[in-house]
């Protein structure tokens, strides 16, 4: 065996394990395989960063509470599932209104899709309820603006 041989081997053999395991790593298993490996251990955050597509991307985000890095990723993805995804992550960003209009993307694709359809009414419907809810405290606020009002007149009668 030659020199150069030797000498690699015996680096091979010395060389710390941490070292041979990341290559060993990157040489068996690509980078969207490494990063669902970590979705599985949830360290979703290593996970986005590692990951190569957007939408698995997209999905370590939301995995880890962001979805505000979710919704912006999904953007850009004209494609059913992303629409929905979407939908979520501005729902639980509080934008409902967009939320709505991003199930309404994932309907245009597929009108069958019955998560989209769900997801949409629950937050049709919190929708509606929050409105009235704003209604009623308006009103409220108004009533007692006017009781004030007319104690302060009651009050300057006297």
Same mark, same amino acid.
């Given at each position: 065996?030659?020199?150069?041989?030797?000498?690699?081997?015996?680096?091979?053999?010395?060389?710390?394990?941490?070292?041979?395991?990341?290559?060993?790593?990157?040489?068996?298993?690509?980078?969207?395989?490494?990063?669902?490996?970590?979705?599985?251990?949830?360290?979703?955050?290593?996970?986005?960063?590692?990951?190569?597509?957007?939408?698995?991307?997209?999905?370590?985000?939301?995995?880890?509470?962001?979805?505000?890095?979710?919704?912006?990723?999904?953007?850009?993805?004209?494609?059913?599932?992303?629409?929905?995804?979407?939908?979520?992550?501005?729902?639980?960003?509080?934008?409902?209104?967009?939320?709505?209009?991003?199930?309404?993307?994932?309907?245009?694709?597929?009108?069958?899709?019955?998560?989209?359809?769900?997801?949409?009414?629950?937050?049709?419907?919190?929708?509606?309820?929050?409105? $009235?809810?704003? #209604? &009623? =405290? *308006? !009103? +409220? /606020? @108004? %009533?007692?603006?006017? $009781?004030?009002? #007319? &104690? =302060? *007149? !009651? +009050? /300057? @009668? %006297?």
């Amino acid at each position: 065996m030659s020199r150069v041989y030797r000498t690699i081997l015996l680096l091979l053999v010395i060389s710390p394990a941490t070292s041979l395991a990341w290559t060993w790593t990157d040489l068996w298993l690509t980078k969207d395989q490494q990063a669902q490996q970590l979705m599985q251990q949830n360290k979703y955050k290593e996970a986005k960063k590692t990951f190569l597509r957007k939408d698995w991307q997209a999905a370590a985000a939301y995995r880890s509470g962001d979805y505000e890095e979710s919704a912006k990723k999904l953007s850009t993805i004209d494609e059913e599932e992303a629409h929905y995804n979407r939908g979520n992550a501005l729902a639980h960003m509080g934008k409902y209104e967009e939320s709505i209009a991003a199930y309404n993307k994932a309907l245009a694709i597929n009108p069958n899709n019955q998560d989209a359809l769900h997801n949409r009414k629950i937050i049709e419907d919190l929708l509606k309820k929050e409105k $009235k809810e704003q #209604q &009623d =405290k *308006q !009103n +409220q /606020d @108004k %009533q007692n603006q006017d $009781k004030q009002n #007319q &104690d =302060k *007149q !009651n +009050q /300057d @009668k %006297q």
